[in-house]
């Protein structure tokens, strides 16, 4: 059983930045393709982001050119950086396979004021 542990979040004013971190235990974490997700408040939760074991990325359109997802496989750890964000971006983000997500973390919360 895979657990996920994600951190980083925080409250920041809008045009901010921030570097979320989700470490994953489990052996074949470097074999995975990963990503990130966010659920808003009433809203579902979506991927928003996704890295395979070599290093593809995958961004949904609303984050293109200000997310960057990245892993470091020696470490467990995936990360993603936010730049510019807006408050439409104010979520909890969760971290999960890419495909089939096994059982979530508790998540990090992001609040981006305007």
């Known amino acids: 059983q895979v657990q996920l542990v994600e951190s980083g979040g925080g409250l920041v004013q809008a045009g901010g930045s921030l570097r979320l971190s989700c470490v994953a235990s489990g052996s074949i974490f470097s074999r995975k393709p990963m990503g990130w997700y966010r659920q808003a408040p009433e809203k579902q939760r979506e991927l928003v982001a996704g890295?395979?074991?070599?290093?593809?990325?995958y961004y949904v359109d609303s984050v293109k050119g200000r997310f960057t997802i990245s892993r470091d496989n020696a470490k467990n750890t995936v990360y993603l950086q936010m730049n510019s964000l807006k408050p439409e971006d104010t979520a909890v983000y969760y971290c999960?396979?890419?495909?089939?997500?096994?059982?979530w973390g508790q998540g990090t919360q992001v609040t981006v004021s305007s």
């Open positions: 890295i395979t074991s070599g290093g593809s990325t």
């Open positions: 999960n396979a890419r495909w089939n997500p096994g059982a």
